[in-house]
Every structure is written in structure tokens, then in C-alpha cells.
């Protein structure tokens, strides 16, 4: 029984740690919904043959995927060889991707291209069908202090996070 005892008292004492390393909220969801935003906007850029923004939106914190219309001047004899492969090849819609930032996350920097963009009511990072992707930088901070930084590796378009408190 002492044993027991002495066992719940300790699964009692890590019940909160393990509880918030299983929850996801916070820096650790709005983290999460950045990269995997990165990646399916990437990943749909390749496969879609078109450029892809990953759209972040100042006034809700909404974050999503649009498509941009290829807008290159094409030769005709392009343009009838791609109509063919594509009516034949086109598979379904892309799947669409959207999130919302948590409310207790603030944004301290967000810079595409170098440029700041805080005060910007929505910031669109451009991902290219080659697999590259526009200069991309964010600073997220937490209620609890937690500070992590995303950002894009232009030449493979990437997202890495880096914990920086």
C-alpha cells in the first residue's frame, strides 16, 4: 500500500507537465499551424505547377493558402501542349488550408523579402513551383514568455523554427 501510495503521489505531481506536453496551445499550436502552412503551401506550389501564397492576415490572425493564376505569356504551341497534359493529368482540387493564430500569441516581427510588415493588414509569402520561396521571418511570443522564431530557407523554401527563450 505505502508503495502505492508513494506512486500516485509522483504520476500525481507530472499529471500537469504531461497534460501540457499533450495539449496543444498557445506558441506550440500557433507554431505548428506556421509550418504546416509553409509546407502544404510549398508541397501545392510543386504539384500545382503555380505559384502558392501562404496568406497571413493582421486584423483575425486567420492563416491560408491561395493559388496564383500563372500569368507568363505563352507560345501557342505551349499553351496546346499544356491544355492537352492537363486535361489529362488534372487529378483533384488541392486541399485547402486554414488556421487561426491563438489568441494569447502575439507577433513581434514579420518581415517578407527583408520588408516589415507589421502593420500590414494581411502579409503574403510567395511559394514558386521550382521549390523556392520568398525571404520569410516571424517572431511569435507567448503570455508565459516563450519566444520562437520561424523562418524560410529561400533556396529550398523550408520552414525551420528556432526557440530563442
Same mark, same amino acid.
Given at each position: ?31 505548428? &499551424? ?35 493564376? &500563372? ?13 492537352? &497534359? ?32 507589421? &502593420? ?46
Amino acid at each position: 500500500m505505502v508503495a502505492i501510495g508513494i506512486m500516485a503521489v509522483v504520476l500525481a505531481m507530472g499529471m500537469p507537465a504531461i497534460y501540457k506536453s499533450l495539449r496543444q496551445e498557445g506558441i506550440r499550436k500557433a507554431c505548428a &499551424d506556421l509550418l504546416e502552412g509553409c509546407v502544404q503551401a510549398r508541397a501545392q506550389a510543386i504539384l500545382q505547377g503555380v505559384a502558392a501564397d501562404f496568406v497571413i492576415r493582421a486584423e483575425d490572425g486567420t492563416l491560408s493558402i491561395q493559388m496564383v493564376p &500563372d500569368s507568363r505569356p505563352r507560345s501557342m504551341n505551349e499553351l496546346t501542349v499544356n491544355l492537352r &497534359d492537363n486535361t489529362e493529368a488534372r487529378g483533384p482540387a488541392a486541399p485547402s488550408f486554414s488556421a487561426r493564430l491563438p489568441e494569447n500569441v502575439a507577433v513581434e516581427l514579420l518581415d517578407i523579402n527583408f520588408v516589415d510588415h507589421m &502593420d500590414a493588414g494581411e502579409a503574403r509569402v510567395r511559394f514558386h513551383p521550382n521549390g523556392t520561396s520568398d525571404e520569410f521571418t516571424i517572431v511569435l511570443r507567448s503570455e508565459d514568455g516563450e519566444v520562437r522564431k520561424i523562418s524560410l530557407e529561400v533556396v529550398t523554401g523550408i520552414a525551420t523554427m528556432d526557440v530563442m527563450q
